[in-house]
T-cell receptor, first 117, second 115 residues
């Protein structure tokens, strides 16, 4: 079975531009979460969507937005890019909306590496 | 601010030795504590997780020890192998009833197991 797939894998943008990152969850998974991982740091929670509704939002500016489509895939959009947005953006999917049960385990994709120049 | 503090930042262990990574948390509402393993160029993968109603959980060579009163938990890797060389992250969340997959991650430990 295919895991979580993300695209693009690498991209380079300049300050002020906009970027859209895409994520396809594992088949059957209804929850998608987005995390930002700056080099040398742990991932930081950005958003969670479950059944197409936003279930959580991390401490990120309004330049960051996301949505989930009827097929449970998701997009993360970042406007007005800053140098500090350079990071690995990770998408994770799970069966349920909470990690408390085994079926809530988060499965991460390999990420989209964004470089802002 | 919810935080999870992880130490050490890096660790070198000889093959066959025991690797120990420690984490401390502040928010007593946390009730789910996973450990993730990340290889270069890959996303984090769940290694083992524990809930605060038990003090220890073992899966193969990997053991989590949990001290609720001290708000600390640790990962022990027994018989460490070169293939265990990776970055390890502890994390915490308010999973029960929280309806969220918001994990608070530590800063990571780079483990190198020397042959």
């Amino acid at each position: 079975d295919a895991g979580v797939t993300q695209s693009p894998t690498h991209l380079i943008k300049t300050r002020g531009q906009h970027v859209t990152l895409r994520c396809s969850p594992i088949s059957g998974h209804k929850s998608v979460s987005w995390y930002q991982q700056v080099l040398g740091q742990g991932p930081q929670f950005i958003f969670q969507y479950y059944e197409k509704e936003e279930r959580g939002r991390g401490n990120f500016p309004d330049r960051f937005s996301a949505r989930q489509f009827p097929n449970y895939s998701s997009e993360l959009n970042v406007n007005a890019l800053l140098l500090g947005d350079s990071a690995l953006y990770l998408c994770a999917s799970s069966l349920r909306d909470s990690p408390y049960s085994n079926t809530g385990e988060l499965f991460f994709g390999e990420g989209s590496r964004l470089t802002v120049l | 601010q919810q935080q999870v503090k992880q130490s050490p930042q890096s660790l070198i262990v000889q093959k066959g030795g025991i690797s120990i990574i420690n984490c401390a948390y502040e928010n007593t509402a946390f009730d789910y504590f996973p450990w993730y393993q990340q290889f270069p160029g890959k996303g984090p993968a769940l290694l083992i997780a524990i809930r605060p109603d038990v003090s220890e959980k073992k899966e193969g060579r990997f053991t989590i020890s949990f001290n609720k009163s001290a708000k600390q938990f640790s990962l022990h890797i027994m018989d460490s192998q070169p293939g265990d060389s990776a970055t390890y992250f502890c994390a915490a969340s308010k999973g029960y009833g929280g309806a969220t997959n918001k994990l608070i991650f530590g800063t990571g430990t780079l483990l190198a197991v020397q042959p």
